[in-house]
T-cell receptor
Framework: DAGVIQSPRHEVTEMGQEVTLRCKPI?????LFWYRQTMMRGLELLIY????????DSGMPEDRFSAKMPNASFSTLKIQPSEPRDSAVYFC???????????????FGDGTRLSIL | AQSVTQPDIHITVSEGASLELRCNYS??????LFWYVQSPGQGLQLLLK??????LVQGIKGFEAEFKRSQSSFNLRKPSVHWSDAAEYFC????????????FGKGTTLSVSS
């Protein structure tokens, strides 16, 4: 079975540029999560979706960040404009049950390592 | 406040020695507890989870964890560590209700010496 697929694996860009991270959840999973991992702050939840609907975006750091899930098999996390402090590893995860999602294991992608120069 | 504390940032154990990674949580509802492992350059893989019932849970790769409600702890153990266990380990807590998210600790990095 294919796991959670994230692209790109690595992204290096200059500050001010728009960055788009992509995620394909496991087929049949109806909850999707975006996390950011840094040395200083650890693993932070940015936003999550149930059945393509954003449920909680309180972790999104500021308006420069936006996330969409146009269908059950695809989600994007966009940063515009990007800043050096956005450099981190961004993970996408999915789980199979929306209503009680936290008692179903979240399956993680391999992450996107983002560097903003 | 809801939180997960992993007191040890970095632990080194000898190959073949036993391992215990500590995890303490603060959570207002009945906690559902998880341990994940992250190898370099990869995402998090679920090791084990506790929802209810037997407080000693078995996971993959020979790991186990014990839930102690009185101590608000969910420590991870392994009787004999292998060099391939070197990785970062994350404890997480969540609730059953919809609309809540997993809260992760900051992780413990395990090094294995020969």
């Amino acid at each position: 079975d294919a796991g959670v697929i994230q692209s790109p694996r690595h992204e290096v860009t200059e500050m001010g540029q728009e960055v788009t991270l992509r995620c394909k959840p496991i087929s049949g999973h109806n909850s999707l999560f975006w996390y950011r991992q840094t040395m200083m702050r650890g693993l932070e939840l940015l936003i999550y979706f149930n059945n393509n609907v954003p449920i909680d975006d309180s972790g999104m750091p500021e308006d420069r960040f936006s996330a969409k899930m146009p269908n059950a098999s695809f989600s994007t996390l966009k940063i515009q404009p990007s800043e050096p402090r956005d450099s981190a590893v961004y993970f996408c995860a999915s789980s199979p049950q929306g209503a009680t999602y936290s008692n179903q294991p979240q399956h993680f992608g391999d992450g996107t390592r983002l560097s903003i120069l | 406040a809801q939180s997960v504390t992993q007191p040890d940032i970095h632990i080194t154990v000898s190959e073949g020695a036993s391992l215990e990674l500590r995890c303490n949580y603060s959570y207002g509802a009945t906690p559902y507890l998880f341990w994940y492992v992250q190898s370099p350059g990869q995402g998090l893989q679920l090791l084990l989870k506790y929802f209810s019932g037997d407080t000693l849970v078995q996971g993959i790769k020979g790991f186990e964890a014990e839930f102690k409600r009185s101590q608000s702890s969910f420590n991870l153990r392994k009787p004999s560590v292998h060099w391939s266990d070197a990785a970062e380990y994350f404890c997480a807590v969540g609730a059953k209700q919809a609309g809540t998210a997993l809260i992760f600790g900051k992780g413990t990095t395990l090094s294995v010496s020969s």
